[in-house]
């Protein structure tokens, strides 16, 4: 594809702000991030914020209603030190009484049920002690889409909806959405990446690698969930050692935390994600340097890699880049509201 994406374009420019993303926040593998805390400039609906109905003594209720259960979980986990108490407490509370957001909005007034009040307590001591939301209610929101995630795969960050915006960003500059671009995702985990360029790149097909067969079975199932499987298709491979061919975008996020400083994040992160999806080497930049290594062989003429990279790594990775012969001059950072380099973009 002759220069369908420039990455030219990209150099420096700060990125524009995400509905419902955290760009601004610190690294999201980072010791100050907690999982919960990635939704939560989503506004609560003000309904909720309400005093428990009637003055004077409390009628004796059969049932609490739902908004009782939300004002009482929001205390609970106030209490225990959540970050985000009111994202937390309506997200396991539409959890335990399987409502979306609207419902929950909309039916505030009725009673929870005995079952879902049940869920919900044990939601809460989890919550208390330390899982991520995510990792309770067993999905998290990534681009306005939900990806089931588990104990497989790394939790799906806000930060790599930038890594999106920017593959969005080259392709509405060069070949433009209906083109039928082929897509490489290394490190696919949930499939997060490639699933959501494919459903926003209507003619694109992608294949997602993984080193973790667990992951790969986890992308898979959210491919079919998210209706591209046809156009997805999952492999086996040790970053591009199996993957043949020629591909007009790689795109990757791939473990970037030195192993060393792997036991300092946050227990949210350190616990719950998976290792293999965290550490980076003794430097952090294992992967990179094997990808930088291997990247032109499968980059299509015109073709763009873009790669999350760790907030301090700009220098080392567009020095890997360079020397591996993508485009040195012409590599473009993209940086988060805080102004801290987030993505990088090279071409061959
Ligand atoms: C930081 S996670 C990213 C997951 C997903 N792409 C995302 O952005 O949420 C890195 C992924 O790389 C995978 N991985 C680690 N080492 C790998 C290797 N040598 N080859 C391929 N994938 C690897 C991990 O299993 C994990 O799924």
């Not at 979980?73 to 396991?92: I, Y």
């Not at 909806?161 to 490489?184: F, N, Q, T, W």
């Amino acid at each position: 594809m002759p220069d369908a994406l420039s990455a030219e374009h990209c150099d420096d420019l700060p990125a524009p702000p995400l509905s419902g993303s955290r760009i601004g926040e610190a690294d999201p593998r980072g010791a100050a991030m907690p999982a919960a805390d990635t939704e939560s400039a989503v506004s609560e609906p003000p309904s909720l914020s309400l005093p428990h109905r009637g003055g004077g003594e409390s009628p004796p209720q059969p049932s609490r209603s739902i908004r009782h259960a939300f004002v009482e979980a929001v205390a609970a986990l106030r209490k225990a030190g959540a970050e985000t108490p009111e994202l937390d407490a309506r997200l396991l509370v539409c959890h335990a009484a399987g409502l979306t957001h609207e419902a929950f909005v909309a039916r505030a007034g009725e009673g929870l049920p005995p079952e879902a009040a049940a869920r919900l307590r044990a939601s809460l001591a989890r919550r208390a002690g330390g899982e991520p939301v995510s990792r309770i209610t067993g999905t998290r929101e990534f681009y306005g889409r939900s990806f089931a995630v588990d104990e497989r795969v790394l939790d799906p960050r806000p930060d790599t909806e930038m890594l999106i915006e920017a593959a969005l960003d080259l392709i509405d500059r060069g070949a433009g959405r209906k083109a039928p671009l082929r897509i490489v995702d290394l490190g696919t985990g949930s499939g997060c990446i490639l699933i959501t360029l494919l459903a926003e790149l209507p003619n694109a097909r992608g294949l997602g690698t993984d080193i973790s067969a667990d992951a790969l079975r986890a992308a898979e199932a959210n491919a079919a969930r998210l209706g591209v499987a046809e156009r997805a298709s999952f492999a086996h491979s040790d970053w591009l050692e199996a993957v043949s061919g020629q591909f007009d975008l790689i795109v990757c996020n791939p473990p970037y935390i030195a192993s060393g400083e792997i036991d300092g994040l946050a227990p949210e992160v350190a616990r719950h994600d998976p290792r293999l999806a965290l550490d980076g080497g003794e430097d952090g930049l294992d992967a990179y340097r094997q990808i930088a290594r291997d990247a032109a062989k499968v980059l299509a003429p015109g073709g763009r890699i873009l790669l999350e990279i760790g907030a301090t790594q700009a220098e080392a990775v567009t020095g890997l880049l360079g020397e591996s012969g993508l485009h040195a001059g012409k590599i473009g950072v993209r940086r988060d509201l805080a102004g801290r380099p987030r993505v990088l973009v090279a071409g061959a």
